[in-house]
Each structure stands twice: as C-alpha cells, then as structure tokens.
C-alpha cells in the first residue's frame, strides 16, 4: 500500500491478531469479547482512512499530527486491553511458577526484600522518582525528536511501538501480575507455601512519600492485571535510550543512569520480579535491531507536511 510504513503495517497487524484471537478463544471469561472484537475492526478502517486522507491533504495540521502521533493514543488502551484479555487461553496467573523461580534462583524473593532492607524515605522518593521516569522518558524524548526532525521522531514512534505491541501480545499468552499478589491475591490466590505470614506491608517512611503516592495513583487508574512478564517499564526505557544515544547525545549518559535507576526501581517499589526485568532487558536487546531492520524495510517515514 503506497502510504503505509512500518508502523502502519505493526499497528493494524496488531489490532487485526488480537481481533482473531477473541474471535477464536472467547469464552465467558471475555463476556465483551464481541464488543472488543469489533472495536479492533474499526481502529483498522480508521488508521485505513487517515493515512488515505493525510496523503490527500499533507498540509493539513491536524492530519498531519495524528498520522505522526496516532499509535501513542492507542498505548494506554491497548495495555489496560490485555487485562481483559489474558484470560482466553484459560491459563490462568503464572505468579506461583514465578515466586518459585526467584526463590531457587536467589534464595528468596528480592522484590520484598529490597524495600525492607533500605526502608528509608529518600531511597524510596528515589526509586519511585526513577519509576515514574518512564512516562517522562517516552513524552520527553518523542518531544524532543518531534521538535527536532519529524523523520527521527517517526523513527523512535514506529520502533517504540512495535516494543510495545509485543509485549502486549506477550501479555496476553504469559499473564503475570508481579510481586502486588502477595498482598493482593484475590486475583491469584497462592497456595500455603507461598503466602508470606505476616503479609507484606510498605514501611511507614516509604508511604510518606510524594512519587509512591503518585505511582500508587496511576497504578489504580491504568494498571492491567497480569501485564508484568517481561517488563515493558524496562523494554521501552532500554529502547528510550537507544535513541538518546543516536540522536540526542548531549542527555545520553543522563539518561543512561536513570534508566538503570528505573531497572532498579522495578524491584525496590514491588512491581516485578528480578526475571520480569532481565527479559525486558533482552526484549529490548531483541526487537530494537529487529523494529530498526523493519522499519528500514517497510518504509521508513510518511511524506512530510510542507
């Protein structure tokens, strides 16, 4: 198709395999499945019809933001999408199976251990200012690039969402809710041998504190149950970085040393596992080369706005 690129091809492939899966798997764990299904198929005829009206009018303001901008828009209602999701193959929460591998690959769970060992307000406002970071690094570099060359900003849009799509399917075939399941279990209830007595509680100090109020509040707002494994938060701040290194040098090593906070943060502030972070660390490594490779392949950017 003459105006589409990568992204175009990533996102309604996307919405088009989700809509099979629902069509497909359904049961009465996805009551809505018919409603979702259908809302997939008119994202597909809506992306169709802007990249058909932007390449008619390319100087039309509006159209031109959307056809640059239109992927971002879907983010948060995709992931909170996979919630409802996660439950068409019947699997159920893969916690218990997760709780085992940390405890015979560290002796014990760091994702409790982490905050009782360093219960102090200034490393907690630390690592959920790190935490938090991630929707500044997403808003901040896009921004950036944007303002800078609308080429480099397509670049960074097309390859960070295709990290994101992936780990939304992934979402969807490996549910796992992360570490809040041992103090909030009634979505997963774990057996004797994994239940911590007494349960797990936030140190005093930590709950003070402005960013853990903050994330508290997003996470009751946009969290999707079962949407940890691999940790998108380090994925697409890995993939954030990559393109501070090429194309916004002067802020790379700054950067850098916040994303490794965040990696940190992901297990100090409970919401992952250490092995959610390891394999958001090797998805990126895997699908940046590969989303550069397609992006190249598949066309690279839309005719820009004069």
């Known amino acids: ?159 960070i969402s295709f990290v994101f799509y992936v780990c939304y399917l992934l979402y969807i075939f490996i549910p796992v809710i992360g570490p809040r399941v041992f103090w909030e279990s009634a979505e997963c209830p774990l057996p004797p041998d994994l239940t911590p007595v007494p349960p797990p509680t936030f140190p005093i100090a930590v709950t003070h504190g402005l960013f853990y109020q903050i994330m508290l509040l997003i996470y009751r707002l946009f969290e999707a149950p079962g949407a940890a494994f691999p940790s998108s938060h380090v994925a697409v701040a890995i993939t954030t970085v990559v393109f501070s290194f090429r194309y916004l040098r002067r802020i790379r090593w700054v950067h850098l040393v916040v994303m490794i906070l965040l990696c940190l943060a992901t297990i100090y502030c409970r919401y992952h596992y250490v092995v959610d972070v390891v394999a958001g660390a090797l998805t990126a490594a895997i699908l940046v080369p590969l989303g550069n490779w397609l992006y190249r392949r598949f066309g690279e950017t839309p005719a820009p706005a004069p």
């Open 1 to 159: 198709m003459k105006h589409y690129t990568f992204i175009d091809y990533a996102t309604q492939g996307y919405l088009a395999l989700v809509a099979i899966l629902l069509i497909v798997l359904h049961s009465g764990a996805t009551p809505a499945w018919a409603l979702l299904a259908g809302a997939h198929v008119v994202g597909i005829v809506l992306i169709h019809v802007l990249l058909q009206a932007h390449a008619a009018h390319p100087r039309n303001r509006v159209l031109d933001f959307l056809r640059h901008f239109y992927p971002v828009l879907l983010y948060a209602w995709l992931y909170r999408e996979t919630g409802a999701l996660n439950h068409l193959l019947g699997i159920g929460f893969l916690d218990p199976f997760f709780i085992r591998l940390e405890a015979r690959l560290f002796g014990g769970q760091p994702s409790l251990a982490f905050m009782e060992r360093l219960p102090y307000l200034p490393v907690s406002e630390l690592a959920y200012a790190s935490y938090f970071s991630y929707y500044v690094m997403i808003g901040g570099i896009g921004l950036a690039l944007y303002l800078r060359d609308r080429r480099q900003f397509f670049h960074f849009v097309s390859v």
